[in-house]
C-alpha cells in the first residue's frame, strides 16, 4: 500500500490521522519537531492501530535535512502537511515566527517534493481563512476576508502558494478547511494536548470540569446569534482524520477534478458557546461554572460549513455529534490527570 509521509504527524490532528491511514493500509512515515508535542504520542499510536509508522525528529525549517529526508525514503507517493504553529494570539505577538515557521517550512518542502516528483499533497487549511463571511452556511467559493491574525494570514497565503505551484508543475493538491476540531480518540490514547492555558474552547471548558480551571470565561454573550454567544462549526477530530484519508485516496487514484482543490471540513451545523456548554453537561452529567465576560479581540460571530462539495465530491461527511467529540474530550481529559 502507499507510503505517506504526514508532517505534523504527532500532534492533535496528525495523531489522529495517521491511525486512519493506518487503518487503511497506509504505510506512514511521521516527520515531528516534537516543539508542540511528545513522543509518547507514537507510542500511544503504535498501541491503537499496532503498527509501527516510521519516525523521523525533523525541523521543517533545516531544508537540507528535507533534502536528506526525500533521498532516504524515495518511496513516498503522498504528504498530508500539518506542521505548523497554530495559536492565534501567539501569532499576534510572534507574527515573523509564525511567517518562518508556517510559510519557509511549506516552501522547502514543495520544493523537494517537486524535486523528488512527489507529486500528491493535502494541505491543514483553515475556515480563519474567510474571517467573519457574509452568507452561512460557508461555501468553499466565500471570498477571503482580510486576515484576522498572522496565523490565519499563512494559511491563506500557504494556499495561494500551493495553487500557484500547482500550475507550473506536476503537483496535485488538496486544501481541507477545518472549522473547529474537538474531541479525542475513543480509545483515550490519544487526544488534544494543550501546552498552557488553553486558548481554544473545549480543553478550557474540559479543564474546568476536572477542576483546573476555577470557572470558563464566555467571550462575549451580545453577538447577534440567538442566545448572545458565537456560534461555531465543532467537528469531531476523527470525522476530520477521515477527511484526510479520503482526500489522499482521490489524489492517488487521480479522481481530483484539477490540480488545487479545497474542502470546507465541518459538520454543517453551528453550535453557540452556550449550547456547547449545555450539550457538554449532558454528555458527561457534569455541571460547568462558567460566566459570561466581554468579547474576545478577533473573534468572528458565527461560522459554519456548507458540506454539499466535500459530500458531493469526497463522499465524506461527519458520522460523529457534537455530544459524541464533547464526551471523548472529557474522556480524554479524564486520563491526563
Ligand atoms: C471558539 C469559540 C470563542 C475560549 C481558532 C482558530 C482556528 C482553529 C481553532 C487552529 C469562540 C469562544 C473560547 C474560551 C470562549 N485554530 N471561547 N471562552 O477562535 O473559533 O478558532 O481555533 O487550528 O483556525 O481561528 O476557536 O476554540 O478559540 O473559540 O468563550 O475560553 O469559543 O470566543 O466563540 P476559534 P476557539
Avoid at 489522529?16 to 516527520?31: A, D, K
Avoid at 493535502?122 to 457574509?134: E, H, L, N, P
Avoid at 474531541?183 to 474552547?201: R, S, Y
Amino acid at each position: 500500500m502507499s507510503k505517506i509521509l504526514v508532517t505534523g504527524g504527532l500532534g492533535f490532528i496528525g495523531s489522529h490521522t495517521v491511525v486512519e491511514l493506518q487503518n487503511e493500509g497506509f504505510e506512514v512515515v511521521i516527520i515531528d519537531d516534537l516543539s508542540n508535542t511528545t513522543i509518547d504520542v507514537l507510542d500511544k499510536i503504535i498501541s491503537i492501530t499496532d503498527k509501527k509508522p516510521l519516525f523521523e525528529k525533523l525541523d521543517l525549517k533545516d531544508k537540507p535535512s528535507i533534502q536528506q529526508f526525500f533521498m532516504k525514503h524515495k518511496d513516498i507517493e503522498g504528504v498530508i502537511h500539518f506542521a505548523a504553529s497554530k495559536a492565534v494570539g501567539e501569532s499576534v505577538e510572534k507574527p515573523l515566527k509564525y511567517y518562518h515557521n508556517n510559510i519557509s517550512t511549506l516552501i522547502y518542502l514543495l520544493e523537494e517534493m517537486t524535486a523528488n516528483k512527489v507529486n500528491n499533497f493535502i494541505f491543514s487549511s483553515s475556515c480563519t481563512v474567510y474571517g467573519q463571511a457574509d452568507t452561512m452556511p460557508i461555501t468553499e467559493s466565500a471570498p477571503f476576508k482580510t486576515a484576522e491574525s498572522p496565523y490565519g494570514n499563512t494559511k491563506q497565503i500557504g494556499e495561494e502558494i500551493i495553487s500557484d505551484a500547482s500550475k507550473v508543475s506536476n503537483l496535485n493538491a488538496i486544501a481541507l478547511r477545518y472549522f473547529n476540531p474537538i474531541g479525542a480518540h475513543k480509545t483515550t490514547k490519544i487526544g488534544e494536548l494543550p501546552i498552557g492555558v488553553p486558548q481554544n474552547l473545549i480543553p478550557y471548558v474540559t479543564q474546568t470540569a476536572a477542576g483546573m480551571r476555577k470557572e470558563l470565561s464566555v467571550f462575549g454573550g451580545d453577538y447577534p446569534t440567538p442566545d448572545g454567544t458565537a456560534v461555531r462549526d465543532y467537528i469531531h477530530v476523527v470525522d476530520l482524520a477521515k477527511a484526510h484519508t479520503v482526500a489522499m485516496k482521490r489524489l492517488l487514484k487521480g479522481d481530483n477534478k484539477s490540480n488545487f482543490e479545497v474542502f470546507n471540513i465541518g459538520t454543517g451545523k453551528g453550535s453557540s458557546v452556550l449550547e456547547v456548554i449545555k450539550a457538554f453537561e449532558k454528555a458527561t452529567n457534569k455541571k460547568l461554572n462558567y460566566k459570561i465576560v466581554e468579547r474576545r479581540e478577533g473573534d468572528i460571530t458565527e461560522a459554519y460549513a456548507d458540506t454539499t462539495y466535500a459530500q458531493s465530491e469526497l463522499k465524506w461527511k461527519a458520522e460523529l455529534s457534537l455530544e459524541d467529540a464533547l464526551a471523548s474530550a472529557w474522556n480524554w481529559q479524564e486520563t491526563l490527570k
